[in-house]
């Protein structure tokens, strides 16, 4: 079983930036592949970014590419993401997730590892 901590949420203005932070809390999930997920208030859960165990690859929902960034560093059981240029749309409780296969990662159904949650909220 792994158990995924996040970190880092609060509350940023329009255009401002975030630093998350999710660290598991078994060796083995540096061999899995990480990601990130986000929901608003009366939305569905939706794919943010997701990264491979080697940190070689990443992925991006539309939405964020060019100002989200997505990395774990050795000993890779501790994944980041920095988001920039944030909008008020972007207010979400943001979740980390963690799956040993990497496609299965980008889609709820797929995820087998969620942490518990961090509140963004991202004023006007």
């Known amino acids: 079983q792994v158990q995924l901590v996040e970190s880092g949420g609060g509350l940023v203005q329009a255009g401002g930036s975030l630093r998350l932070s999710c660290t598991a809390s078994i060796p083995a999930a540096a061999t899995y592949a990480m990601g990130w997920f986000r929901q608003a208030p009366g939305k569905e859960r939706e794919f943010v970014a997701a990264i491979n165990w080697a940190a070689d690859s990443t992925s991006y929902a539309d939405s964020v590419k060019g100002r989200f960034t997505i990395s774990r560093h050795v000993p890779k059981t501790t994944v980041y993401l920095q988001m920039n240029s944030q909008t008020p749309d972007e207010t979400a409780v943001y979740y980390c997730?963690?799956?040993?296969?990497?496609?299965?990662?980008?889609?709820?159904?797929?995820?087998?590892?969620w942490g518990q949650g961090t509140r963004v909220t991202v004023s006007s």
């Open positions: 997730a963690a799956d040993a296969n990497l496609r299965g990662i980008h889609q709820v159904s797929g995820v087998h590892y």
